[in-house]
């Protein structure tokens, strides 16, 4: 505003002298201004895919660097990859060749056992057909993850599910069973499911893909509001104008990136 000063945001550490022994101030060094470490990191990703005698590269050298806090959507036809990609993310496959970082764990050197454990810890996973158990209630199904990681006391963890499918709008549907839900109700409780760990990054495979766009549209804006408070959201979608919502566009053909466009 014009004519009051304004206060540095950033105070710079060269400006705070600190006392040598003899009483004379002396500069401390600079902090290292590097950029915040990317959340995801590919770089050349192949993967090949080998059935009988076949071979199938649905990755073909993929590079993508997601920064935490960003909201991006990947786009591409049917068959383009988008699906291997978001595998090779959340650790459920690997690649056959290239490395891939995550939240600052190193997924290729990882055992099965330290990758579903981190994956639990780490990130939350939203698919097209919810995959909820379907002899588990709502809350049931919302606290799954938590027993799985051993997240939090036992006593806690129906609280914490609790709260998550209120925050879904779900919060009086606690006790129903999946078939007892609507579609749209489905994918709110794998939503809230997703958040049970508390997630660095949410991950979504089309989880617009089995909605009518009405409530697909509701659930971006969960979407959103994850992203709003902090969490790293990718999600993979047909309708462009979901697409839209989000920061940036990665568009995926034939096993590769064709284009990245940030909004
Ligand atoms: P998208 O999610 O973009 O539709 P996918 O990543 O699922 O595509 O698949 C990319 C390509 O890899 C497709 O041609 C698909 O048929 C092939 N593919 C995917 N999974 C396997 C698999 N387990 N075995 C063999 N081929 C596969
Ligand atoms: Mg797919």
Known sequence: ??????????????????????????????????????LIELRGVEKLYRTGKLRYAALRGVDLVVGPGEMVAVVGASGSGKT???????????????????????????????LARWRGETVGIVFQFFQLLPTLTALENAALPMDFVRKRKPADRWARARKHLEAVG??????????????????????????????????????????????GAAMLDLLESLNAAGTTVLY????????????????????????????
Do not use: W, Y
């Not at 304004?6 to 290292?32: C, F, N, W």
């Open 236 to 263: 993979v979608t047909h309708d462009m104008a979901l697409a839209a919502r989000a920061h940036r566009i990665v568009t995926i053909k034939d096993g590769r990136v064709v284009a990245d466009e940030r909004r």
């Open 84 to 114: 291997t990609i978001l595998n090779m993310i959340t650790g459920i496959d690997r690649p056959t060749s290239g490395r891939v970082t995550v939240a600052g764990a190193d997924l290729n050197s990882m055992t099965e056992e330290r």
């Open 1 to 38: 505003m014009a004519g009051k000063t304004e206060e540095p945001r950033v105070r710079r550490a060269e400006t705070v002298p600190a006392r040598t022994p003899i009483g004379r101030p002396a500069l401390r060094p600079l902090p290292a201004l590097s950029p915040p470490p990317a």
């Open 170 to 215: 779900l919060g009086d549907k606690a006790g129903h069973l999946p078939f007892e839900l609507s579609g749209g109700e489905q994918q709110r409780v794998a939503i809230a499911r997703a958040l049970a760990c508390d997630p660095k990054l949410v991950v979504g495979d089309e989880p617009t893909g089995n909605l009518d766009s009405e409530t």
